[in-house]
């Protein structure tokens, strides 16, 4: 087999994320990040950036909610860690966290 | 051991669990310190068909402070990918490899080397420090020194490998400005006796004075059959002095460079089923090492992993644990009026303090220091002005009169497990404290061991090839 057609690890993190993720998913999440820099996570609150971090994303945009009580969320993209104060947003994945403690995976239409 | 497996989190985690560090100026070309790291520890030779090999997410960093505020000028940072010729077969190769990019070699590793210079260097790409020091975006300089180069293969046996040293001697990479670099799988240099150690702190040659007592015997050495990952990296001196030169007085301050390697891993990671994995957010550090077991012996159980995750500007708050070790006070209880004098030293020693945090200051050993100032870190301190021994080195290294050796840096060789008890059983306080008179056995401890000649080689990367699968174990 032609080595170049070869499997490597990365190619495939980054293939598969692409499938978990989605190009939708990684745009939604650059224009989310985008809308907070501007003034909102949530939209409704402004975002604050506390810690600032590393570059650009490339990967998969993960992200939790770092301290409910202070409304901070924290967006992992590419090497860059970003927390934010969205309370709005926070108290809204804490609902959603809080909704279903059954275990298991479930996709809930909005 | 010396690092390997030392802390509960990094012991279930081999590919970046690092073992060894090794600093030294090179026996043979003197105007170059070679840096070794050694990760994936304890490999059992016939380990496949998934042989042993580097992290492709595992970030390695051998980090060196040239000003001695405990924080890196200077980082080699280590990336490696994996390449699969054919996912079809489970093999690891095909039939005999007879070079590196032979196509009977079926999974291959590959790895890049960036050059990071700034006031800082543990900002490239980490995230913000557990201690929760203010994380300022870092002013950081890189330089890629090579990419796409090959690491060799496990060693498999004289079927799969048959010529063995020549394809490490291919994976040895000239980089631009004299710089030499390897990595890849290699014998363990770091010899040790696990089994005695490990059974409360044994010595088999002294074992007859043990709180539970055995005729005294001769030490075993653990590793000599195993093998390990090492990354090595010859520079000029040149490039890592902070004055830019190869210093010739021993006594300056331009003279002395801290070294440690880390390892850091992606700060989230996602397993997303169908043996898919998803990776996010800065690196973290998760294992690092400066002297020998230092995070093994000297670090309680409690706080090895967060020392693990910290850095060595950190350790102020780890000195308590030099100053007072659990182990001088275990080993009069272990060894019933053998050291009298050690059981009645209370005060805090400040002889491990220099050997392990600051360096020794100039006026204490005469002719030598490797002293970098008063912020304790876990470094290894070299002292680059200091010519390398090429005849009859000690393995005791400083101890045995042989300032080439550990605790001025530390080379393959050195017995750095008997250096080590030695000092902590009293032997160096006399350095702080001449009224203190060391227990009779203090200068003598050991395990009864001596390395063995074929773990090494008299060149670059210094360590011996890798034991193979096929002969070791023997029958």
Redesign the interface.
């Known amino acids: 087999m032609d080595e170049r057609k070869g499997v490597d690890r990365r190619s495939f993190i980054k293939t598969s994320a692409g499938v978990a993720a989605g190009a939708a998913g990684i745009a939604a999440g650059a224009a989310a990040i985008t809308r907070a820099e501007q003034g909102g996570l949530g939209g409704a609150v402004t975002s604050e950036m506390l810690e600032p971090t590393g570059s650009a994303p490339k990967e998969p945009i993960m992200a939790y909610v770092h301290d409910a009580r202070r409304g901070e969320v924290t967006v992992l993209a590419g090497t860059s860690e970003t927390t934010y104060r969205d309370p709005d947003l926070a108290k809204r994945l804490v609902s959603a966290a809080t909704r279903r403690l059954t275990g298991g995976s479930d996709v809930i239409a909005p | 051991m010396s690092s390997h497996r030392e802390a509960p989190e990094i012991s279930k985690d081999p590919a970046a669990d690092n073992a060894d560090v090794y600093a030294f100026v090179s026996p043979d070309r003197p105007d170059t310190v070679t840096l070794i790291t050694n990760f994936v520890p304890l490999q059992d030779p016939p380990g496949g068909p998934n042989f042993f090999e580097f992290g ?2 595992v970030l390695y960093s051998i980090y060196i402070d040239n000003d001695g505020d405990g924080k890196p000028e200077i980082s080699y940072v280590f990336n490696f ?8 077969t489970f093999l690891y190769n095909t039939g005999p490899i007879g070079s590196l990019n032979s196509p009977k070699w079926n999974r291959r590793q590959f790895y890049s080397v960036t050059r990071v210079e700034g006031d800082d260097t543990t900002k490239y ?4 420090a557990a201690n929760g020091h203010k ?1 300022h ?1 870092p002013k950081l300089k890189t330089h890629l020194l090579g990419r796409g180069l090959a690491c060799p293969p496990c060693n498999i046996g004289p079927r799969s490998t048959p010529n063995y040293p020549a394809l490490g001697q291919a994976a040895v990479h000239s980089l631009p400005g004299g710089i030499k670099v390897f990595a890849g799988q290699r014998t363990d240099g770091f010899y040790v006796d696990l089994g005695s150690t490990f059974d409360l702190a044994d010595l088999r040659p002294f074992q007859n004075l043990h709180l539970i007592p055995s005729a005294a015997a001769a030490g075993v050495d653990a590793t000599k059959m195993l093998n390990i990952h090492s990354i090595a990296i010859q520079i000029p001196i040149s490039q890592l002095t902070s004055n830019h030169v190869k210093p010739t007085d021993v006594m300056s301050k331009h003279a002395v460079i801290g070294v440690w390697s880390g390892a850091s891993r ?3 990671r ?1 397993i ?1 089923g169908s043996g ?8 973290v550090q998760v294992s690092r090492l400066g002297n020998p077991l230092f995070n093994e012996v000297v670090v309680p159980m409690g706080h090895k992993d967060r020392w693990n995750s910290l850095y060595p500007v950190d350790d102020k708050q780890f000195a308590k644990y030099v100053q007072h070790p659990e182990l001088a006070g275990l080993l009069p209880v272990l060894y019933p009026k053998v050291f009298p004098n050690l059981a009645g030293l209370k005060a805090a020693r400040a002889d491990l303090e220099a050997i392990l945090l600051t360096g020794i200051p100039k006026g204490i050993v005469p002719g030598f220091q490797n002293f970098t100032g008063s912020v304790p870190a876990d470094q290894l301190r070299l002292n680059v002005a200091i010519p390398p021994k090429t005849s009859n080195p000690s393995i005791y290294g400083l101890l045995g009169n042989d300032a080439a050796g550990f605790p001025n840096g530390r080379r393959v060789f050195d017995d750095v497990v008997s250096i080590e008890l030695r000092a902590i059983a009293g032997a160096t306080y006399p350095l702080v404290n001449k009224s203190y008179t060391p227990d009779a056995a203090a200068g003598k401890l050991t395990e009864g061991l001596t390395p063995a000649a074929n773990r090494y080689q008299g060149t670059f990367p210094y360590l011996a090839p890798p034991q193979d699968g096929f002969d070791v174990p023997a029958s």
């Open positions: 492709d997410d990918s994996n390449r699969v010729r054919d996912p079809n790409g980490t995230a913000p994380h975006k992606r700060k989230v996602m997303n898919e994995l998803s990776e996010s957010g800065p690196w």
